[in-house]
């Protein structure tokens, strides 16, 4: 593996935002890299419910709401653009999504997120409790009122993500799976490439994109970039056996429902802080028993068909961690996510491999700047 030319831009990690950047770099015809420890979409991306739906919340901050605005509506596009180009479905249905409440909390609360949404321009609708069951007869008669958003739509997050790699590829991208990077090769204030248990890696650029292992790479690099594990637990259950399937996501009381191609719906997810363990423990289970008796308990006898988890990247003060590392001229971030890496994916990867091509961070991504954290702490090589 050593030798040979060096790419212009080598991507450590191999989920939705690595291979969303390097399908947008290697668009605009630069030499790209990508190293995954393991297969391809086989972590957070995996796992992920795959929800595309807009920002909600009064509370977001401007930054984040707009590149989320921005990330939300390059959806359709980008993903006529890899059934084109790739021929591969990425399993994108514009469900629309009810999000509901089931007490005088949830209605004020939603009612404001109405207001927000209005105001930012999404097509947005308020319905009572009535309504919403007759959109989805599955709903608790629990249920008190919901936001209806008929534009929010779900995809197979790991298609999405073969779909970019392929794009990427098809365009000259080089994709090294189950390669670990076990160190970086620095030069005062450059990175120029990776070491792998295969040899040296060069390159002109290079990106850290690993998700919750984000940290430990910025640690052989000297930088504080506090990533962390955050475990989800999700089933999936059969659709209804009598009835017509389930059609618009449901999202409320902590979790969501999400429908499949497939006519299975997934249920999720919890939020745990175990360290790096994918395993499914009998709490999670019986706390997702406990959403769906919640939003749906028409479906509470259906069969489980699958139980998983995945492990999302969370940061140190719940934003992504997007730009330049501090230090260096050449090693650039792009991690956090937390829940939403499936949301931020296209203007990550839009956003990003701008930065890299100019040289310069994009100014929309000055709030999620990795400095800061901290400075560079030792810089590797100097």
Known sequence: MSGGAAADVLIVGGGVIGCAIAHNLAKQGARVTIVARRRLGQEASWASAGIVAPPGSPTTPAGRAELERRSFLLYPALVEELRETTGLSVEYVRSGELSVALDDAGVAALRRALEWQEAHGFEVEWLEGD?????????????????????????????????????????????????????????GARVVGVHTAGGDLHAEQVLLAA????????????????????????????????????????AGAGGYLVPRADGAVAVGATVDEGGFDVRVTPDGLTWLAGLLRALAPALTGARVVETWAGLRPGS?????????????????????????????APITGELLAASIRTGQPDPALAPFDPARFAPALSPIGR
Do not use: K
């Not at 992504?320 to 499936?342: C, D, K, M, Q």
């Open 316 to 344: 140190g003060d719940g934003q992504p961690i997007l730009g330049r590392a501090p230090g260096y001229e050449n090693l650039w971030v792009a991690t956090g996510h937390f829940r939403s890496g499936v949301l931020w």
């Open 211 to 250: 998700g919750a292992w984000t940290a430990q790479l910025g640690a052989l690099a000297g930088v504080a970039l506090p990533t962390r594990p955050v475990r989800g637990q999700m089933l999936a259950v059969a659709g209804p056996d009598d009835g017509p399937p389930l059609q618009p996501i449901i």
């Open 131 to 187: 309504e919403a069951r007759r959109r989805a007869p599955v709903l608790s008669p629990a249920v008190r009122g919901a936001l209806w958003c008929p534009a929010a739509a779900s995809l197979r997050a790991h298609r999405l993500t073969a779909a970019l790699a392929r794009a990427a590829r098809l365009r000259g991208a080089t994709i090294l799976e189950e390669t670990p990077v076990l160190g970086l090769l620095a030069a």
